[in-house]
């Protein structure tokens, strides 16, 4: 069974300084994960995934992620933060074969970045 | 270029009656998942339609059925209405690229279903 946990409820954070989101994964295959962001009253929307290939993967708004196979995690991080980074971020891994649309998600990290 | 647009915005519904939700997937999708995300949690998978089939189903009763147009738009419909189905529903759409790859999938902003 596919499974990811993340296991901050909320991260804080300074604007200007980098920021990490985290999210481990349990497979029972090859890892297809993948972060969204969601905003108040809204749906998600896609920042980044990881099929294969190289351990570090670069998404929209200058968010990238962290694949550690051996800690198998898939830690989501940003150089410099943005007030208007603040939003609920999700982690989630893809079932296989032809469950490609069933994702599982964890229970969400609520990021602050504070002025 | 639209994204996936979900209807209503907004539902309010009281205890044993039906409901139906309707999603337009982005233009170029095949396929629509739809997802429930009750409060302070992550997305669960509903189910999946492709080619006017469900393809897949999670763990949800059959209260909860769909269906699929020839226009790839879908409708979802919960019956019995119990006031744990309020939540927000949340409609996925993706597509098949080049060499079998699937597209991420895109969101509608989701319906909001309170149940009284």
């Known amino acids: 069974a596919q499974s990811v946990a993340q296991p901050e409820d909320q991260v804080n954070v300074a604007e200007g300084n980098p920021l990490t989101v985290k999210c481990t994964y349990s497979?029972?295959?090859?890892?297809?994960l993948f972060w969204y962001v969601q905003y108040p009253n809204r749906g998600l929307q896609f920042l980044l995934k990881y099929i294969t290939g190289d351990n570090l993967v670069k998404g929209s708004y200058g968010f990238e992620a962290e694949f550690n196979k051996s800690q198998t995690s898939f830690h989501l991080k940003k150089p410099s933060a943005l007030v208007s980074d603040s939003a609920l971020y999700f982690c989630a891994v893809r079932d296989e074969g032809y469950n490609f649309n069933k994702f599982y998600f964890g229970s969400g990290t609520k990021l602050n970045v504070k002025p | 270029d639209a994204g996936v647009t979900q209807s209503p915005t907004h539902l309010i519904k009281t205890r044993g009656q039906q409901v139906t939700l309707r999603c337009s997937p982005k233009?170029?999708?095949?396929?629509v998942s739809w997802y429930q995300q009750a409060l302070g949690q992550g997305p669960q998978f509903i189910f999946q339609?492709?080619?006017?089939?469900?393809?897949q189903r999670g763990n949800f009763p059959d209260r909860f059925s769909g269906h699929q147009f020839p226009n790839y738009s879908s409708e979802l419909n919960v019956n019995a209405l119990l006031l744990g189905d309020s939540a927000l529903y949340l409609c996925a759409s993706s597509f098949i690229g080049t060499g079998g790859r699937r597209s991420p999938l895109h969101f509608g902003n989701g319906t909001r279903l309170t149940v009284t």
């Open positions: 233009s170029g999708h095949d396929t």
């Open positions: 497979v029972s295959g090859n890892p297809y």
């Open positions: 339609y492709y080619e006017e089939e469900e393809r």
